[in-house]
Protein backbone atom coordinates (compact mmCIF):
# COMPACT_ATOMS: atom_id res chain seq x y z
CA UNK A 1 0.00 0.00 0.00
CA UNK A 2 1.65 2.87 -1.27
CA UNK A 3 4.84 2.94 1.15
CA UNK A 4 3.81 -0.09 2.72
CA UNK A 5 5.14 -3.32 1.93
CA UNK A 6 3.54 -5.71 4.55
CA UNK A 7 2.15 -4.60 7.77
CA UNK A 8 0.48 -6.52 10.24
CA UNK A 9 -0.98 -4.16 13.18
CA UNK A 10 -3.16 -6.14 16.52
CA UNK A 11 -4.48 -2.97 18.50
CA UNK A 12 -5.44 -3.85 22.08
CA UNK A 13 -8.25 -3.32 24.08
CA UNK A 14 -8.14 -0.27 25.64
CA UNK A 15 -6.00 3.35 24.53
CA UNK A 16 -4.12 2.55 21.30
CA UNK A 17 -1.76 5.15 21.07
CA UNK A 18 0.12 5.67 17.19
CA UNK A 19 2.90 8.23 17.11
CA UNK A 20 5.65 8.89 14.69
CA UNK A 21 6.77 12.13 12.55
CA UNK A 22 5.03 13.75 10.38
CA UNK A 23 5.42 11.85 6.76
CA UNK A 24 5.97 8.53 8.05
CA UNK A 25 3.01 6.83 7.53
CA UNK A 26 -0.11 7.60 9.91
CA UNK A 27 -2.51 8.74 7.79
CA UNK A 28 -1.80 5.74 5.24
CA UNK A 29 -2.38 3.54 8.13
CA UNK A 30 -5.95 5.36 8.76
CA UNK A 31 -6.55 5.38 4.70
CA UNK A 32 -5.74 1.12 4.42
CA UNK A 33 -8.51 0.75 7.37
CA UNK A 34 -10.63 3.46 5.34
CA UNK A 35 -10.62 0.97 2.42
CA UNK A 36 -11.01 -2.50 3.70
CA UNK A 37 -14.18 -0.72 5.70
CA UNK A 38 -15.51 0.31 2.14
CA UNK A 39 -15.89 4.43 3.02
CA UNK A 40 -15.24 6.33 -0.31
CA UNK A 41 -13.11 9.37 -0.94
CA UNK A 42 -10.10 7.19 0.37
CA UNK A 43 -6.91 7.18 -2.23
CA UNK A 44 -5.80 4.34 -4.48
CA UNK A 45 -4.06 2.44 -2.28
CA UNK A 46 -1.69 0.29 -4.48
CA UNK A 47 2.41 0.98 -4.22
CA UNK A 48 4.94 1.43 -6.99
CA UNK A 49 5.70 -1.65 -8.81
CA UNK A 50 3.31 -3.97 -7.51
CA UNK A 51 0.22 -5.46 -9.01
CA UNK A 52 -2.46 -4.87 -6.28
CA UNK A 53 -2.38 -3.83 -3.02
CA UNK A 54 -4.34 -5.81 -0.36
CA UNK A 55 -5.58 -5.02 3.18
CA UNK A 56 -6.99 -7.55 6.09
CA UNK A 57 -9.00 -6.30 9.32
CA UNK A 58 -10.14 -8.88 11.61
CA UNK A 59 -12.82 -7.73 14.07
CA UNK A 60 -13.96 -9.89 17.74
CA UNK A 61 -17.64 -10.09 17.45
CA UNK A 62 -19.56 -10.20 21.31
CA UNK A 63 -22.84 -13.18 20.92
CA UNK A 64 -25.05 -9.35 20.62
CA UNK A 65 -22.67 -7.57 17.88
CA UNK A 66 -25.23 -5.36 15.74
CA UNK A 67 -22.50 -7.03 13.11
CA UNK A 68 -24.12 -10.04 13.11
CA UNK A 69 -27.50 -8.46 11.88
CA UNK A 70 -25.82 -7.08 9.36
CA UNK A 71 -24.22 -10.71 8.24
CA UNK A 72 -27.27 -12.57 8.75
CA UNK A 73 -29.45 -10.09 6.50
CA UNK A 74 -26.56 -9.91 3.96
CA UNK A 75 -26.53 -13.78 3.76
CA UNK A 76 -23.08 -14.14 4.78
CA UNK A 77 -21.27 -16.62 7.43
CA UNK A 78 -21.86 -15.32 10.74
CA UNK A 79 -19.59 -16.46 14.39
CA UNK A 80 -17.23 -14.67 16.41
CA UNK A 81 -14.59 -13.69 14.43
CA UNK A 82 -15.26 -11.23 11.09
CA UNK A 83 -12.49 -10.84 8.45
CA UNK A 84 -12.65 -8.55 5.87
CA UNK A 85 -10.73 -8.58 3.27
CA UNK A 86 -10.03 -6.27 0.06
CA UNK A 87 -7.73 -5.52 -3.10
CA UNK A 88 -7.15 -2.52 -5.03
CA UNK A 89 -6.02 -3.66 -8.09
CA UNK A 90 -3.50 -2.11 -10.12
CA UNK A 91 -6.25 -1.15 -12.74
CA UNK A 92 -8.30 0.25 -10.06
CA UNK A 93 -10.72 -2.51 -9.80
CA UNK A 94 -11.07 -3.21 -6.30
CA UNK A 95 -12.41 -6.26 -4.55
CA UNK A 96 -14.15 -8.00 -0.99
CA UNK A 97 -14.57 -10.49 0.78
CA UNK A 98 -16.40 -10.68 3.92
CA UNK A 99 -15.65 -14.16 6.37
CA UNK A 100 -14.22 -15.17 2.73
CA UNK A 101 -17.01 -14.95 0.70
CA UNK A 102 -17.47 -12.28 -1.78
CA UNK A 103 -19.02 -8.75 -0.80
CA UNK A 104 -20.27 -5.20 -1.98
CA UNK A 105 -18.61 -2.43 -0.80
CA UNK A 106 -22.45 -1.51 0.49
CA UNK A 107 -21.85 -4.07 2.91
CA UNK A 108 -18.67 -3.29 3.82
CA UNK A 109 -20.05 0.00 4.92
CA UNK A 110 -23.03 -1.32 6.56
CA UNK A 111 -20.44 -3.54 8.67
CA UNK A 112 -18.01 -0.27 9.47
CA UNK A 113 -21.19 1.86 10.95
CA UNK A 114 -21.42 -1.34 13.37
CA UNK A 115 -17.78 -1.46 14.22
CA UNK A 116 -15.70 1.64 13.86
CA UNK A 117 -16.29 5.49 14.14
CA UNK A 118 -13.55 7.63 13.05
CA UNK A 119 -13.08 11.08 13.69
CA UNK A 120 -10.68 13.75 12.77
CA UNK A 121 -11.04 17.83 12.17
CA UNK A 122 -12.14 17.48 9.06
CA UNK A 123 -14.97 15.21 10.29
CA UNK A 124 -15.86 12.83 7.63
CA UNK A 125 -18.14 10.74 9.57
CA UNK A 126 -20.54 13.62 9.95
CA UNK A 127 -20.27 15.89 13.11
CA UNK A 128 -19.92 19.06 11.70
CA UNK A 129 -22.46 18.43 9.07
CA UNK A 130 -25.66 19.97 10.30
CA UNK A 131 -27.84 17.43 7.99
CA UNK A 132 -26.52 14.78 9.79
CA UNK A 133 -27.29 16.05 13.40
CA UNK A 134 -31.34 15.09 13.63
CA UNK A 135 -29.93 11.63 12.61
CA UNK A 136 -27.04 11.65 15.47
CA UNK A 137 -30.00 12.72 17.68
CA UNK A 138 -32.18 10.13 17.30
CA UNK A 139 -29.08 7.54 17.93
CA UNK A 140 -28.98 9.28 20.97
CA UNK A 141 -32.39 9.31 22.17
CA UNK A 142 -32.36 5.79 20.97
CA UNK A 143 -35.65 6.86 19.20
CA UNK A 144 -35.60 4.01 16.83
CA UNK A 145 -39.26 3.43 17.47
CA UNK A 146 -40.91 6.59 17.54
CA UNK A 147 -39.10 7.08 13.94
CA UNK A 148 -39.96 3.76 12.46
CA UNK A 149 -43.93 4.88 13.49
CA UNK A 150 -43.68 8.55 12.13
CA UNK A 151 -42.55 6.89 8.97
CA UNK A 152 -44.79 4.46 8.22
CA UNK A 153 -46.96 6.29 9.18
CA UNK A 154 -46.22 9.50 6.30
CA UNK A 155 -45.82 5.90 3.70
CA UNK A 156 -49.88 5.41 4.94
CA UNK A 157 -50.20 9.40 4.35
CA UNK A 158 -48.39 9.67 0.91
CA UNK A 159 -50.37 6.27 0.04
CA UNK A 160 -53.71 8.12 0.63
CA UNK A 161 -52.65 11.25 -0.73
CA UNK A 162 -51.88 9.64 -3.61
CA UNK A 163 -55.07 7.27 -3.74
CA UNK A 164 -57.07 10.38 -3.69
CA UNK A 165 -55.56 12.23 -6.38
CA UNK A 166 -55.75 9.09 -8.29
CA UNK A 167 -59.46 9.65 -7.67
CA UNK A 168 -59.74 13.38 -8.93
CA UNK A 169 -57.63 12.90 -12.01
CA UNK A 170 -59.93 9.77 -12.67
CA UNK A 171 -63.24 11.62 -11.79
CA UNK A 172 -62.06 14.68 -14.13
CA UNK A 173 -61.28 12.60 -17.04
CA UNK A 174 -65.02 10.58 -16.60
CA UNK A 175 -66.41 13.84 -16.21
CA UNK A 176 -65.49 14.92 -19.30
CA UNK A 177 -66.28 11.77 -20.64
CA UNK A 178 -70.58 11.53 -19.24
CA UNK A 179 -71.91 12.35 -22.34
CA UNK A 180 -70.38 10.16 -24.41
CA UNK A 181 -70.52 7.28 -21.86
CA UNK A 182 -74.08 7.44 -21.24
CA UNK A 183 -74.88 7.25 -24.78
CA UNK A 184 -72.38 4.48 -25.63
CA UNK A 185 -73.97 2.49 -22.50
CA UNK A 186 -77.11 2.80 -23.21
CA UNK A 187 -76.87 1.55 -27.41
CA UNK A 188 -74.57 -1.06 -26.26
CA UNK A 189 -76.81 -2.34 -23.33
CA UNK A 190 -79.73 -1.88 -25.79
CA UNK A 191 -78.45 -4.03 -28.41
CA UNK A 192 -77.00 -6.31 -25.91
CA UNK A 193 -74.73 -8.68 -28.10
CA UNK A 194 -72.99 -11.86 -26.83
CA UNK A 195 -69.55 -13.23 -28.24
CA UNK A 196 -70.22 -15.22 -30.99
CA UNK A 197 -73.36 -14.04 -31.85
CA UNK A 198 -71.76 -12.57 -35.17
CA UNK A 199 -71.10 -15.90 -36.66
CA UNK A 200 -74.05 -17.78 -35.63
CA UNK A 201 -75.94 -14.89 -37.36
CA UNK A 202 -74.06 -15.29 -40.35
CA UNK A 203 -74.70 -18.93 -40.78
CA UNK A 204 -77.78 -18.21 -39.69
CA UNK A 205 -78.26 -16.14 -42.44
CA UNK A 206 -76.16 -17.88 -45.46
CA UNK A 207 -78.54 -20.82 -45.10
CA UNK A 208 -81.48 -18.93 -44.81
CA UNK A 209 -80.53 -17.51 -48.32
CA UNK A 210 -79.95 -21.05 -49.84
CA UNK A 211 -82.64 -22.74 -48.33
CA UNK A 212 -85.04 -21.59 -51.31
CA UNK A 213 -82.81 -22.68 -54.17
CA UNK A 214 -82.11 -26.30 -52.34
CA UNK A 215 -85.26 -26.85 -50.32
CA UNK A 216 -86.93 -28.21 -53.62
CA UNK A 217 -84.32 -30.93 -54.55
CA UNK A 218 -83.63 -31.95 -50.79
CA UNK A 219 -87.79 -32.12 -50.80
CA UNK A 220 -87.46 -34.22 -53.89
CA UNK A 221 -84.89 -36.62 -52.22
CA UNK A 222 -87.19 -36.82 -49.29
CA UNK A 223 -89.76 -38.28 -51.45
CA UNK A 224 -87.51 -40.51 -53.55
CA UNK A 225 -86.90 -42.20 -50.83
CA UNK A 226 -90.19 -42.81 -48.96
CA UNK A 227 -93.05 -45.27 -48.46
CA UNK A 228 -94.21 -44.08 -52.25
CA UNK A 229 -90.16 -44.71 -53.59
CA UNK A 230 -87.22 -46.64 -52.20
CA UNK A 231 -88.51 -47.53 -48.80
CA UNK A 232 -91.51 -49.04 -49.98
CA UNK A 233 -89.65 -51.14 -53.12
CA UNK A 234 -87.13 -52.35 -50.06
CA UNK A 235 -89.72 -53.78 -48.09
CA UNK A 236 -91.71 -55.25 -50.92
CA UNK A 237 -88.21 -56.94 -51.98
CA UNK A 238 -88.09 -57.66 -48.56
CA UNK A 239 -91.37 -59.55 -48.32
CA UNK A 240 -90.89 -61.58 -51.33
CA UNK A 241 -87.33 -62.54 -50.09
CA UNK A 242 -88.55 -63.52 -47.30
CA UNK A 243 -91.44 -66.18 -48.84
CA UNK A 244 -89.15 -67.76 -51.26
CA UNK A 245 -86.70 -67.78 -48.61
CA UNK A 246 -87.89 -71.76 -46.84
CA UNK A 247 -87.46 -73.11 -50.13
CA UNK A 248 -83.90 -71.42 -51.19
CA UNK A 249 -82.23 -73.63 -48.52
CA UNK A 250 -80.17 -70.40 -47.24
CA UNK A 251 -79.44 -69.13 -50.46
CA UNK A 252 -81.04 -66.15 -49.64
CA UNK A 253 -79.63 -65.43 -46.06
CA UNK A 254 -77.24 -62.91 -47.21
CA UNK A 255 -78.82 -60.96 -49.62
CA UNK A 256 -81.50 -60.48 -47.09
CA UNK A 257 -79.17 -59.27 -44.13
CA UNK A 258 -77.87 -56.70 -46.55
CA UNK A 259 -81.21 -55.92 -47.72
CA UNK A 260 -82.12 -55.42 -43.99
CA UNK A 261 -79.06 -53.04 -43.14
CA UNK A 262 -79.71 -50.92 -46.03
CA UNK A 263 -83.28 -50.09 -45.09
CA UNK A 264 -81.63 -49.35 -41.49
CA UNK A 265 -79.12 -47.03 -43.42
CA UNK A 266 -82.08 -45.64 -45.09
CA UNK A 267 -84.37 -44.99 -42.47
CA UNK A 268 -80.90 -42.91 -41.22
CA UNK A 269 -80.75 -40.98 -44.43
CA UNK A 270 -84.66 -40.08 -44.54
CA UNK A 271 -84.35 -38.55 -40.53
CA UNK A 272 -81.18 -36.51 -41.68
CA UNK A 273 -83.13 -35.09 -44.71
CA UNK A 274 -86.43 -34.42 -42.13
CA UNK A 275 -83.95 -32.39 -40.13
CA UNK A 276 -82.47 -30.47 -42.88
CA UNK A 277 -85.76 -29.60 -44.34
CA UNK A 278 -87.11 -28.66 -41.10
CA UNK A 279 -83.70 -26.14 -40.82
CA UNK A 280 -84.44 -25.09 -43.83
CA UNK A 281 -87.57 -24.29 -43.31
CA UNK A 282 -88.26 -20.28 -42.58
CA UNK A 283 -90.12 -17.39 -43.88
CA UNK A 284 -89.05 -13.82 -45.19
CA UNK A 285 -89.72 -12.11 -42.05
CA UNK A 286 -87.21 -14.09 -40.16
CA UNK A 287 -84.31 -13.63 -42.99
CA UNK A 288 -85.35 -9.75 -42.45
CA UNK A 289 -84.69 -9.92 -38.59
CA UNK A 290 -81.11 -11.94 -38.74
CA UNK A 291 -80.04 -9.65 -41.18
CA UNK A 292 -81.24 -6.62 -39.37
CA UNK A 293 -79.45 -7.20 -36.26
CA UNK A 294 -76.17 -8.99 -37.82
CA UNK A 295 -76.19 -4.90 -39.42
CA UNK A 296 -76.53 -3.52 -36.04
CA UNK A 297 -73.96 -5.92 -34.42
CA UNK A 298 -71.18 -5.03 -37.03
CA UNK A 299 -72.40 -1.29 -37.66
CA UNK A 300 -71.75 -0.88 -33.65
CA UNK A 301 -68.57 -2.71 -34.01
CA UNK A 302 -67.51 -0.44 -36.40
CA UNK A 303 -68.19 2.21 -34.43
CA UNK A 304 -66.33 1.89 -31.32
CA UNK A 305 -63.18 0.42 -33.24
CA UNK A 306 -63.65 -3.11 -32.27
CA UNK A 307 -64.19 -6.90 -33.01
CA UNK A 308 -68.12 -7.80 -32.97
CA UNK A 309 -67.16 -10.24 -30.45
CA UNK A 310 -65.58 -8.05 -28.82
CA UNK A 311 -68.65 -5.45 -27.61
CA UNK A 312 -69.77 -7.80 -24.79
CA UNK A 313 -66.09 -6.79 -23.08
CA UNK A 314 -66.47 -3.22 -24.08
CA UNK A 315 -69.69 -2.63 -22.73
CA UNK A 316 -69.07 -4.09 -19.44
CA UNK A 317 -65.83 -1.98 -19.43
CA UNK A 318 -68.13 1.08 -20.08
CA UNK A 319 -70.29 0.60 -17.98
CA UNK A 320 -67.79 0.22 -15.37
CA UNK A 321 -66.63 3.52 -16.21
CA UNK A 322 -70.05 4.91 -15.63
CA UNK A 323 -70.69 3.46 -12.69
CA UNK A 324 -67.52 5.04 -11.44
CA UNK A 325 -68.59 7.81 -12.62
CA UNK A 326 -72.08 7.93 -10.54
CA UNK A 327 -70.04 6.43 -7.33
CA UNK A 328 -67.55 8.71 -7.30
CA UNK A 329 -68.45 11.31 -4.92
CA UNK A 330 -68.97 8.66 -2.45
CA UNK A 331 -65.79 6.85 -3.03
CA UNK A 332 -64.04 10.32 -3.21
CA UNK A 333 -65.48 11.54 0.21
CA UNK A 334 -64.28 8.31 1.33
CA UNK A 335 -60.77 8.79 0.08
CA UNK A 336 -60.71 12.41 1.45
CA UNK A 337 -61.97 11.21 4.75
CA UNK A 338 -59.23 8.65 5.17
CA UNK A 339 -56.49 11.17 3.81
CA UNK A 340 -57.80 13.11 7.08
CA UNK A 341 -57.59 10.10 9.31
CA UNK A 342 -53.45 9.65 8.21
CA UNK A 343 -53.23 13.01 8.70
CA UNK A 344 -54.03 12.45 12.00
CA UNK A 345 -52.26 9.63 12.84
CA UNK A 346 -48.97 11.26 11.50
CA UNK A 347 -49.37 14.50 13.20
CA UNK A 348 -49.29 12.47 16.55
CA UNK A 349 -46.75 10.26 15.44
CA UNK A 350 -44.51 13.62 14.47
CA UNK A 351 -45.75 15.21 17.62
CA UNK A 352 -44.73 12.02 20.18
CA UNK A 353 -41.15 12.15 17.50
CA UNK A 354 -40.68 15.96 18.00
CA UNK A 355 -41.47 15.19 22.32
CA UNK A 356 -39.02 12.46 22.29
CA UNK A 357 -36.47 14.59 20.48
CA UNK A 358 -37.10 17.61 22.63
CA UNK A 359 -36.33 14.80 26.12
CA UNK A 360 -32.94 13.20 24.31
CA UNK A 361 -31.77 17.05 23.15
CA UNK A 362 -32.07 18.27 26.84
CA UNK A 363 -30.41 15.22 27.93
CA UNK A 364 -27.40 15.47 25.31
CA UNK A 365 -26.94 19.36 26.45
CA UNK A 366 -26.87 17.95 29.95
CA UNK A 367 -24.42 15.60 28.71
CA UNK A 368 -22.17 17.43 27.29
CA UNK A 369 -21.61 19.81 29.88
CA UNK A 370 -20.57 17.19 32.46
CA UNK A 371 -18.11 16.47 28.96
CA UNK A 372 -16.61 19.86 28.83
CA UNK A 373 -15.22 20.92 31.92
CA UNK A 374 -12.60 18.10 32.03
CA UNK A 375 -11.85 19.12 28.50
CA UNK A 376 -11.33 23.12 29.91
CA UNK A 377 -14.43 24.42 28.29
CA UNK A 378 -16.17 24.68 31.33
CA UNK A 379 -17.44 28.15 30.23
CA UNK A 380 -18.87 27.11 27.04
CA UNK A 381 -22.49 26.12 26.22
CA UNK A 382 -23.48 23.43 24.09
CA UNK A 383 -26.69 23.36 23.24
CA UNK A 384 -29.36 21.28 20.28
CA UNK A 385 -31.71 23.51 18.31
CA UNK A 386 -34.55 21.73 17.66
CA UNK A 387 -37.04 23.93 15.25
CA UNK A 388 -39.84 22.99 12.96
CA UNK A 389 -39.77 22.79 9.39
CA UNK A 390 -41.75 20.70 6.99
CA UNK A 391 -43.14 17.67 7.18
CA UNK A 392 -41.52 14.56 6.36
CA UNK A 393 -40.91 10.87 6.72
CA UNK A 394 -38.86 11.76 9.63
CA UNK A 395 -40.83 14.31 11.31
CA UNK A 396 -41.10 18.22 11.05
CA UNK A 397 -37.84 18.98 13.05
CA UNK A 398 -34.46 20.28 12.45
CA UNK A 399 -32.00 19.99 14.71
CA UNK A 400 -28.20 21.49 14.64
CA UNK A 401 -26.10 21.28 16.96
CA UNK A 402 -24.74 25.07 18.07
CA UNK A 403 -21.91 26.48 21.02
CA UNK A 404 -21.29 29.60 22.41
CA UNK A 405 -17.56 29.93 23.86
CA UNK A 406 -18.71 31.80 26.96
CA UNK A 407 -21.82 32.33 28.29
CA UNK A 408 -23.79 35.87 26.92
CA UNK A 409 -21.80 34.80 23.58
CA UNK A 410 -23.95 34.29 20.25
CA UNK A 411 -23.98 30.64 19.59
CA UNK A 412 -23.69 29.01 16.47
CA UNK A 413 -22.53 26.23 14.30
CA UNK A 414 -19.53 24.06 15.72
CA UNK A 415 -17.00 25.02 12.73
CA UNK A 416 -18.48 28.74 12.59
CA UNK A 417 -17.96 29.39 16.34
CA UNK A 418 -14.99 27.32 17.70
CA UNK A 419 -11.14 27.95 17.12
CA UNK A 420 -9.22 24.67 16.14
CA UNK A 421 -8.53 23.22 19.84
CA UNK A 422 -11.92 24.38 20.96
CA UNK A 423 -13.08 22.64 17.51
CA UNK A 424 -11.27 19.34 18.26
CA UNK A 425 -12.55 19.68 21.95
CA UNK A 426 -16.17 19.65 21.29
CA UNK A 427 -15.91 17.18 19.11
CA UNK A 428 -14.35 14.56 21.40
CA UNK A 429 -16.71 15.59 24.01
CA UNK A 430 -19.89 15.18 21.39
CA UNK A 431 -18.35 12.10 19.84
CA UNK A 432 -18.52 10.73 23.37
CA UNK A 433 -21.60 11.51 24.67
CA UNK A 434 -22.83 9.84 20.87
CA UNK A 435 -21.19 6.84 21.47
CA UNK A 436 -21.91 6.38 25.32
CA UNK A 437 -23.82 3.19 25.70
CA UNK A 438 -22.81 1.82 22.21
CA UNK A 439 -21.24 -1.65 22.64
CA UNK A 440 -18.55 -3.43 20.21
CA UNK A 441 -17.45 -0.32 18.68
CA UNK A 442 -13.32 0.99 17.97
CA UNK A 443 -13.24 4.60 18.30
CA UNK A 444 -10.49 6.07 16.08
CA UNK A 445 -9.45 9.58 16.65
CA UNK A 446 -7.16 11.15 14.14
CA UNK A 447 -4.96 14.04 15.56
CA UNK A 448 -8.12 15.27 17.68
CA UNK A 449 -5.50 16.71 19.65
CA UNK A 450 -4.54 19.17 16.96
CA UNK A 451 -4.04 23.21 18.02
CA UNK A 452 -3.70 22.54 21.53
CA UNK A 453 -1.27 22.13 24.54
CA UNK A 454 -0.29 21.58 27.98
CA UNK A 455 -2.75 21.21 30.54
CA UNK A 456 -5.50 21.18 27.63
CA UNK A 457 -3.90 18.62 25.67
CA UNK A 458 -3.70 17.26 29.22
CA UNK A 459 -7.22 17.08 29.53
CA UNK A 460 -7.76 16.01 26.21
CA UNK A 461 -5.62 12.75 27.11
CA UNK A 462 -6.79 11.94 30.18
CA UNK A 463 -10.81 11.99 28.52
CA UNK A 464 -9.14 9.69 26.04
CA UNK A 465 -7.64 7.13 28.68
CA UNK A 466 -11.41 7.37 30.65
CA UNK A 467 -13.10 6.34 27.45
CA UNK A 468 -11.33 3.52 26.83
CA UNK A 469 -11.65 1.81 29.81
CA UNK A 470 -15.03 0.32 28.24
CA UNK A 471 -13.64 0.30 24.62
CA UNK A 472 -11.41 -0.16 21.96
CA UNK A 473 -9.68 3.52 21.63
CA UNK A 474 -6.96 4.27 18.64
CA UNK A 475 -5.45 7.66 18.87
CA UNK A 476 -3.16 9.24 15.98
CA UNK A 477 -1.40 12.06 17.76
CA UNK A 478 1.53 14.70 17.81
CA UNK A 479 0.91 15.41 21.55
CA UNK A 480 2.65 14.00 24.35
CA UNK A 481 0.43 14.66 26.76
CA UNK A 482 -1.72 12.22 24.92
CA UNK A 483 0.48 9.93 23.90
CA UNK A 484 1.70 9.28 27.67
CA UNK A 485 -1.86 8.32 28.26
CA UNK A 486 -2.17 5.22 25.93
CA UNK A 487 -1.83 1.48 27.25
CA UNK A 488 -0.14 0.71 23.77
CA UNK A 489 2.38 2.36 21.68
CA UNK A 490 3.37 2.29 18.44
CA UNK A 491 5.87 4.43 16.61
CA UNK A 492 5.37 4.72 12.82
CA UNK A 493 8.69 5.24 11.30
CA UNK A 494 9.77 5.58 7.69
CA UNK A 495 12.96 4.36 6.03
CA UNK A 496 14.46 4.57 2.57
CA UNK A 497 16.29 0.92 1.56
CA UNK A 498 17.68 0.19 -1.82
CA UNK A 499 15.74 3.33 -3.01
CA UNK A 500 12.56 2.61 -1.81
CA UNK A 501 11.17 4.32 0.92
CA UNK A 502 8.92 2.28 3.34
CA UNK A 503 6.78 2.43 6.18
CA UNK A 504 6.82 0.27 9.45
CA UNK A 505 5.04 0.25 12.69
CA UNK A 506 6.86 -0.83 15.95
CA UNK A 507 5.25 -1.66 19.38
CA UNK A 508 7.47 0.29 22.09
CA UNK A 509 8.22 -1.12 25.23
CA UNK A 510 8.61 1.10 28.14
CA UNK A 511 12.11 2.39 27.70
CA UNK A 512 11.42 3.22 23.88
CA UNK A 513 7.91 5.11 25.10
CA UNK A 514 10.75 7.10 26.98
CA UNK A 515 12.18 7.91 24.17
CA UNK A 516 9.33 8.68 21.90
CA UNK A 517 7.27 10.91 24.54
CA UNK A 518 10.80 12.83 24.65
CA UNK A 519 11.37 13.23 21.24
CA UNK A 520 7.82 14.36 20.90
CA UNK A 521 8.61 16.33 23.72
CA UNK A 522 12.00 18.45 22.71
CA UNK A 523 12.03 17.35 18.81
CA UNK A 524 14.84 15.66 16.89
CA UNK A 525 17.18 16.10 19.88
CA UNK A 526 16.53 13.64 22.91
CA UNK A 527 17.74 15.06 25.95
CA UNK A 528 18.07 13.90 29.48
CA UNK A 529 15.66 16.74 30.73
CA UNK A 530 13.63 15.74 28.08
CA UNK A 531 13.55 12.17 29.05
CA UNK A 532 12.87 13.12 32.87
CA UNK A 533 9.75 15.17 31.84
CA UNK A 534 9.01 12.05 29.66
CA UNK A 535 9.03 9.62 32.51
CA UNK A 536 6.98 12.05 34.66
CA UNK A 537 4.10 12.33 32.20
CA UNK A 538 4.13 9.19 31.82
CA UNK A 539 3.84 8.36 35.40
CA UNK A 540 1.61 11.02 36.15
Sequence with gaps: MLIIDRLELLLQPGLNVLTGE????KSILLDSLGF?????????LVREGADQGEVIAEFDLTVDHPARAVLTEAGLPVGDTLILRRVNARDGRKTAWVNDRRASGEVLRALSDTLVELHGQNDDRGL????????????????????????????????????????EELAAALAEEEEFLRHAVGELTELSADAGEDASLDSRRRMMQGAERIREDVARAYTALGSGGAEGMMRDASRWLDEAAEQAEGALDTPMAALERAMVELGDAEDGIARALEALAFDVSELERVEERLFAIRALARKHNVLPDALSDLT????????????GAAELADLKAAVLDAEDVYDTAADALGAARAQAAEALDTAMAKELAPLKLERAVFATDIAETDAGPDGRDTVAFTIATNPGAPSGALNKIASGGELSRFLLALKVCLTSGVDGLTLIFDEIDRGVGGATADAVGRRLAELSVDSQVLVVTHSPQVAARGAHHWRVEKSVTKGATLSTVVALDDLERIDEVARMLSGDTVTDAARVAAKTLLNA
Design 316 to 327: ETLGAKLAALDG
Design 128 to 167: LNPSGHRRLLDTFGDLDDPVARCRAAWRDLQGARAALTEA
Design 36 to 44: VLGWRGRAE
Design 22 to 25: TGAG
